[in-house]
């Protein structure tokens, strides 16, 4: 079973590992400030169905995000941070990243941990890990009794170069049990063990004030599923695109920030193998934001830094506005332009939409509870493009006299259009929006769009798909069956997986072979065994192994594919990898400058049984006459069209048609535009492709 919370709708799927086949999958508004309440009503009418038979659950939440960003019910617990004398205020001084350069009024984001909790001791450990000054157990003493004066919950610890040497904040962790031991205590050289002060802070004390959170929302969630009677482990997704058990995540909540939009990755990557479509473009629209990724050669562009909690301008987080974590995440671009994105009207009369959401509660004015504003979703409405009775499947009514009512009041009243006109600048803008992040993933990055297809999921993502495709020149566009569940899905194709790194900042000539294999060995040690706790057989461990890399000096790194043994020779290939990974990022190499290795990281894997998703059995046929008709409006014909309505339970492998056309079903409804014709391959996938291509 897969669960994903998102900001408007929580998914959950059951699927048959040993058919593929999805056995229920359900669709229900979230409860931001209860997250866990929705998991549980939905779990519960499920456990009833399926009971023992539940194997694995799976969960991808936006928990951390969200206590980040301050939403009222998950409250930040009281942190200190513990560092070295000197280095209080490395927090506030950060790096010399303005994100609004001429802003004179701009004020960074606010210091995680106040500055009368960030407690300094005296201790000096240099670079090589040498101790210089001793650490000094009478002002330990005293900060012990400070964190209990105040009642502090949670302790980052991080002090200069403890990448290199973690003796002195293995002592403080070991005292501050002894004395305190219900405190929850992060260590930047457990957390993220290498070189760059600001940002090793920063990660340990990010997830030093997720941790009381997360541990008590995945032990509560245990205790749940448990009282109804499931006895299943839960796994939870990782930014990186892999799952790791509960007391992982809860010990390290800094992996699981970017969790939900992960999956869709994930789940993209397993059908580019399925459906033999290795460069992929993914568009996953839901009810708050719209996300894009690259696939390239089935693998996933990933990235080792992010700012949690920053503002986004045009798809980018902007550096500087958030603070900066430092672990493995599958790079994506992301907008505020979901199906619940506010269309409003600013002070000089334009028409803009978002970036401000309405959210599940009360959401689109269409669902009745209570909203007011025109959304993406009232403008799709309107213009015919979702069915005007209902939502999931009949499941949700909708009301098109109030989408209609918040376009005219709103929109209308201000700028003078009628309410068709407002409706389709609503969808433009949208349109406008989305297709910039599609270009910072594929255009921005070197990459040609049109050597892609663009697989589009999401509750929103298959209606603005074609649009989309036309603005990129992209020639073809997968919708699988279940697209407003594919995230779910993605937690079920997965693998367990940790990444762990240490730093060494050796040039790579001077650099002995055989030591440089004992460290990836004791990296890898340290892997396995988080694995094996986990439940993982040996026989189903792979283990990938990576430097960072760079020019002697340089200023970033890049991530260059090790192999196994380490030797001489392997050292030399190692030099021209980099070398050519280098002028393929960059598009020029110096093969006469010194090159240095930052980080080793190992890549542990815990292979999990993965569905078999077979060929449909339905019988193939090219005849299924449409359920019903629409007058649905088009942009470039700008009008609106008798538009033939498909249920896509009904369309079997091998069925064809001429757009435009509009397919509905539970979770989603796709929308082919005139000039493109679909088809419905082996696998129940809706092919999409522009007149005269398929």
């Given at each position: ?621 090219t005849r299924v006459s449409p359920h019903d008709y629409r007058e649905v409006f088009f942009e470039g014909i700008n009008d609106f069209i008798r538009t033939p309505v498909f249920l896509r339970e009904k369309l079997c492998p091998g069925f064809e048609y001429e757009g435009p056309a509009i397919i509905e079903q539970y979770d989603s409804t796709t929308v082919v535009y005139p000039g493109w014709r679909f088809l419905v391959d082996e696998y129940e996938n809706i092919i999409i492709m522009r007149e005269g291509s398929l």
């Amino acid at each position: 079973m897969g669960i994903d919370i998102g900001g408007t709708f929580t998914d959950i799927i059951a699927l048959d590992p040993l058919s593929g086949k999805v056995l229920a999958n359900m669709k229900t508004p979230s409860t931001p400030r209860q997250p866990e309440k929705v998991v549980i009503n939905g779990l519960s009418s499920l456990a009833r169905k399926f009971g023992k038979n539940v194997e694995t659950i799976i969960h991808a939440t936006t928990i951390a995000t969200n206590a980040l960003l301050g939403q009222i019910g998950l409250e930040l617990p009281k942190t200190a941070l513990i560092t070295t004398k000197g280095f209080r205020d490395v927090l506030e001084i950060g790096r010399q990243r303005r994100p609004e350069l001429y802003n004179l009024f701009f004020t960074k984001p606010k210091p995680l941990i106040p500055r009368r909790y960030r407690l300094e001791i005296t201790e000096r450990i240099e670079w090589t890990g040498r101790i210089i000054t001793p650490l000094r157990g009478e002002e330990l003493k005293f900060i012990i009794q400070r964190i209990k004066s105040e009642k502090i919950v949670s302790v980052a610890v991080s002090l200069l170069h403890s990448y290199a040497n973690p003796t002195h904040e293995k002592i403080i962790k070991k005292k501050l049990l002894e004395e305190i031991p219900e405190l929850y205590i992060s260590l930047s050289s457990e957390v993220d063990p290498e070189y760059r002060e600001f940002e090793r802070t920063s990660t340990t004390v990010v997830n030093a004030v997720l941790m009381p959170i997360i541990h008590r929302y995945l032990m509560d969630l245990k205790k749940a599923l448990k009282k109804l009677g499931l006895e299943a482990p839960i796994l939870i997704m990782q930014s990186s695109g892999g799952v790791s058990g509960v007391d992982y995540c809860a010990k390290f909540p800094v992996t699981i920030i970017e969790s939900g939009p992960a999956a869709g990755v994930v789940a993209s990557v397993f059908y580019s193998s399925l459906i033999k479509e290795r460069n992929l473009i993914t568009f996953d629209m839901g009810g708050t934001t719209a996300k894009a990724g690259m696939i390239i050669d089935g693998l996933p562009i990933i990235t080792t830094e992010y700012e949690v909690g920053g503002k986004i301008h045009a798809g980018r987080v902007i550096k500087g506005s958030g603070y900066p974590v430092r672990h493995v995440f599958i790079d994506l671009a992301e907008v505020s332009a979901g199906g619940g994105s506010i269309a409003w009207v600013d002070a000089g009369g334009a028409l803009r939409v978002g970036p401000i959401s309405a959210g599940a509660d009360p959401g689109p004015a269409c669902y009745g509870k209570g909203g007011e504003n025109p959304t993406v979703t009232d403008a799709n409405l309107v213009l015919g493009r979702l069915n005007p009775k209902y939502l999931l499947g009949g499941d949700m009514r909708i009301y098109l006299d109030l989408s209609l009512k918040a376009l005219r009041e709103k929109i209308c009243e201000v700028t003078g259009m009628d309410v068709y006109e407002a409706a389709i600048g609503v969808i433009r803008i949208a349109n406008s929006i989305m297709s910039k992040v599609l270009r910072i993933v594929s255009v921005e990055r070197g990459y040609d769009p049109r050597d892609f297809s663009l697989i589009a999921f999401g509750g929103a993502g298959p209606m603005h798909a074609c649009a989309l495709a036309q603005e990129l020149e992209v020639y073809k566009i997968i919708v699988p069956p279940s697209p407003g569940l594919f995230s779910a899905l993605g937690l079920l194709v997965t693998d367990l997986k940790h990444v762990l790194s240490k730093s060494i900042r050796k040039n790579l000539d001077e650099i002995d072979p055989n030591a440089l294999e004992e460290e990836f060995k004791e990296l890898e040690t340290k892997g396995i065994g988080i694995l094996k706790r986990e439940g993982v057989s040996e026989d189903r461990i792979v283990i990938h192994r990576f430097a960072d890399m760079r020019y002697w000096a340089q200023g970033y790194e890049l991530l260059v594919p090790i192999s196994r043994p380490i030797d001489e020779k392997e050292i030399r290939k190692l030099r021209e990898r980099f070398h050519e990974v280098h002028e393929k990022t960059y598009g020029y190499s110096m093969r006469d400058e010194e090159i240095e290795i930052v980080n080793i990281r190992v890549e542990c894997i815990g292979l999990l049984s993965k569905p078999v998703i077979r060929p449909s059995k339905r019988k193939i046929t090219t005849r299924v006459s449409p359920h019903d008709y629409r007058e649905v409006f088009f942009e470039g014909i700008n009008d609106f069209i008798r538009t033939p309505v498909f249920l896509r339970e009904k369309l079997c492998p091998g069925f064809e048609y001429e757009g435009p056309a509009i397919i509905e079903q539970y979770d989603s409804t796709t929308v082919v535009y005139p000039g493109w014709r679909f088809l419905v391959d082996e696998y129940e996938n809706i092919i999409i492709m522009r007149e005269g291509s398929l």
